[in-house]
């Protein structure tokens, strides 16, 4: 009897040991997440850090994260168990940041001094402005649009739909809390931004994308052959694991490194370039760090998507943030208001175009919603096709921004719409395909 006790107290003993071991190996990731996402809320809307933890920071085992707010410094710090300590600054202009493995000094120098414009949006019309138009164009349903949309409030958390037709935003609405005013992290939708400022880079003959990726760490192996249309069709070959609940190679990119490009320039290749599709924030991260190398100035570096693009379209709000060492996380970091989302998508409605000037070279658009040699039709530059599996069923033309918990922006240029929807839902708790379709239904 006494051998069977001592075995149910050894198996209690190892379970608990074991425990601590799996906690204390994953701490890191959950207190930089919980730091790095109560700080940007925080600093970037107008959100209480109860609210925050509520909704945002509720789930296994973020929660497990002891947070603490110094509004003076502008700072959030994450621990859990007093242990597993994660810093997350905010600078002006540049949002927050996770300290991770870098030195807090050379984060905060970091600045973006270029202007946020226009001046005056409230005596601008949409979509360069905020005035919005009370004229309805011929063959909308009012009553159905405000129906299809009062519907993706019964589900899934949404935060946030707005809907523009043609240059009129014909309707937004917002769940309490949150408003046309309030920045939402679009996740993912951030490496389409990140393929738009490509875009413009090469229309001004900076950067070829067919060319192989200007990676001078790669010039003695393998990865020489990578080409700069790999990384951007997720078919770069790299080793790469993105599973986001548990240690992997994405989750310690977002949360453990101060540099995450060159953690991601430094894996190893499994894959000849072109051969696999493999969805990779990595690869997103090393586009912004060659987006960096071709500029070639930090300061014009940091000032670039608010020079070349937000301010062009009237994306006052936008803010892509950076990690410690100052390269913008493309891969996962905008904060935008709805409208905001609305305007890049609207971008893309014109094939490039705002108010008679091309912000995008000629044939960017086409060639962002051309799919990837191995991605059955599902995966252009950094955006989502309809064209594969069609989750919009009827709509091959749809292309889309995608981001974790149901950010979405769809562009459908057969109906001239560009449909925002926000929320915070796990994945099948939001029905895409019934939302869109009954948002069309409402347009002749």
Not at 1 to 10: A, G, P, Q
Not at 375 to 389: A, M
Request: proline residues 5%; hydrophobic residues 40%; aromatic residues 12%.
């Amino acid at each position: 009897m006494k051998k069977i006790k001592y075995l149910i107290l050894l198996v209690v003993l190892v379970a608990v040991v074991y425990g601590a071991d799996y906690f204390i190996a994953r701490a890191p990731i959950f207190t930089g997440y919980a730091a790095k996402d109560l700080a940007s809320w925080t600093f970037l809307t107008n959100r209480t850090q109860k609210d925050i933890e509520k909704h945002d920071l509720s789930f296994f085992p973020v929660n497990l994260s002891h947070n603490v707010i110094n509004y003076k410094k502008k700072e959030v710090t994450g621990t859990f168990l007093g242990m597993a300590k994660q810093l997350a600054v905010y600078r002006e202009g540049l949002g927050c940041t996770l300290l991770a493995d870098a030195n807090i000094d050379s984060v905060l120098k970091q600045k973006m001094t270029e202007p946020i414009l226009p001046k005056d949006p409230q005596d601008l019309y949409w979509p360069m402005g905020s005035k919005l138009r009370d004229t309805i164009p011929p063959g909308v349903n009012m009553d159905k649009l405000n129906a299809a949309i009062d519907s993706a409030f019964n589900q899934g958390n949404t935060r946030a739909v707005v809907v523009a037709y043609d240059t009129v935003l014909l309707k937004e609405k917002y769940a309490p809390g949150f408003s046309k005013d309030t920045r939402i992290l679009g996740w993912s939708m951030s490496k389409s931004i990140t393929s738009a400022l490509i875009g413009i880079l090469a229309g001004e003959g900076k950067l070829n994308v067919n060319a192989p990726a200007p990676i001078q760490e790669w010039a003695h192996d393998s990865r020489k052959n990578i080409r700069l249309v790999d990384l951007l069709h997720q078919s770069s070959g790299l080793k790469w694991d993105e599973d986001y609940g548990d240690i992997s190679n994405v989750t310690i990119m977002l949360y453990e490194k101060g540099n995450m490009a060159e953690y991601v320039i430094h894996q190893p290749a499994e894959y000849p370039p072109d051969s696999v599709w493999y969805y990779s924030s990595g690869n997103s991260n090393i586009i912004s760090e060659i987006i960096r190398r071709t500029i070639g100035n930090n300061q014009e570096y940091w000032n670039f998507p608010r020079k070349v693009l937000f301010n062009k379209i009237g994306m006052r709000s936008a803010v892509l943030e950076t990690d410690a060492s100052g390269n913008f996380v493309g891969s996962s970091y905008t904060f935008a208001t709805p409208r905001d989302w609305a305007r890049f998508g609207l971008l893309y409605l014109q094939d490039g175009t705002w108010q008679g000037k091309r912000i995008l070279p000629e044939g960017w658009v086409k060639y962002t919603t051309t799919p990837a040699r191995k991605s059955d039709n599902q995966y252009g530059i950094q955006f989502w096709l309809n064209k594969g599996t069609q989750e919009i069923k009827g709509f091959p033309d749809i292309y889309y921004c995608d981001g974790f918990h149901g950010q979405r922006v769809f562009i459908i240029p057969s109906k001239d719409l560009v449909i925002v929807r926000m929320g915070l839902n796990n994945h099948g708790e939001f029905d895409f395909n019934k939302f869109v379709q009954k948002i069309v239904a409402a347009f002749n």
